[in-house]
């Protein structure tokens, strides 16, 4: 069965520090890759997604992701995190017929020290 | 072009009631996908609906838990005779017409607490 594992509950970095959130998959077939970031009490933000191609995939706000086959890994990065990244961020997989079937992780929070 | 839709946004419900969820999709989209946040954890998927038909209800509860999506009209997730456990944000998203996981747009969520 698909799933998805994110090892850190919660993570603390300092403003300006470089992340990097870990995200790991198990799907039979080339996965349909996403993060999302959720701020609290808001719905959810498409960050980026991974469908084929290029395994380095560019997203919004400065983030980015590596699709690692071999590792069956998708990790969020970003080189200089911003006060206002503080939020939960969600790696999910598409699944089902079509992909229309999204499996999420279970979140890791990310807090930002001052 | 308004984003999804879903109201209403917070809703209090004692045990034994029913609890109505509605979600209004984005204009043009005719798929709607129903997920559950129950607190700390992710969301999990419930049902995938097109106009007048389910597709896909595997992540459905058996009992309490139904779903529509009429031809007019917004997508209704209803529960009934809810229970604390029902207490969760509930996320609607939408997609267009033979699109996958990766156009689904999501909405701000109904948080449903059961006193």
């Known amino acids: 069965a698909q799933s998805v594992t994110q090892p850190d509950i919660h993570i603390t970095v300092s403003e300006g520090a470089s992340l990097e959130l870990r995200c790991n998959y198990s799907?039979?077939?080339?996965?349909?890759l996403f993060w999302y970031v959720q701020s609290p009490g808001q719905g959810l933000q498409l960050l980026l997604k991974?469908?084929?191609?290029?395994?380095l995939v560019q997203g919004i706000k400065g983030f980015e992701a590596e699709f690692k086959r071999s590792q069956s890994s998708f990790n969020l990065r970003k080189p200089s995190v911003h006060w206002s990244d503080a939020a939960e961020y969600f790696c999910?997989?598409?699944?089902?017929?079509?992909?229309?079937?999204?499996?999420f992780g279970s979140g890791t929070r990310l807090s930002i020290r001052p | 072009n308004a984003g999804v839709m879903q109201n209403p946004r917070h809703l209090v419900r004692r045990r034994g009631q029913e609890a109505r969820l509605r979600c209004s999709p984005m204009k043009g989209h005719s798929h709607v996908y129903w997920y559950r946040q129950l607190p700390e954890e992710g969301l999990k998927f419930m049902v995938y609906?097109?106009?007048?038909?389910?597709?896909?209800e595997s992540g459905m509860p058996k009992e309490r838990f139904s779903a529509e999506f009429p031809k007019e009209g917004p997508s209704i997730l209803r529960i009934q005779q809810v229970v604390r456990g029902d207490s969760a944000a509930y996320f609607c998203a939408s997609s267009p017409k033979l699109a996958g996981a990766h156009e689904q747009y999501f909405g701000p969520g109904t948080r449903l607490t059961v006193t």
């Open positions: 999910a997989v598409g699944a089902g017929s079509s992909a229309s079937k999204i499996i």
């Open positions: 991974y469908f084929s191609g290029d395994t």
């Open positions: 799907y039979g077939a080339t996965p349909y």
């Open positions: 609906l097109q106009k007048e038909n389910i597709i896909d």
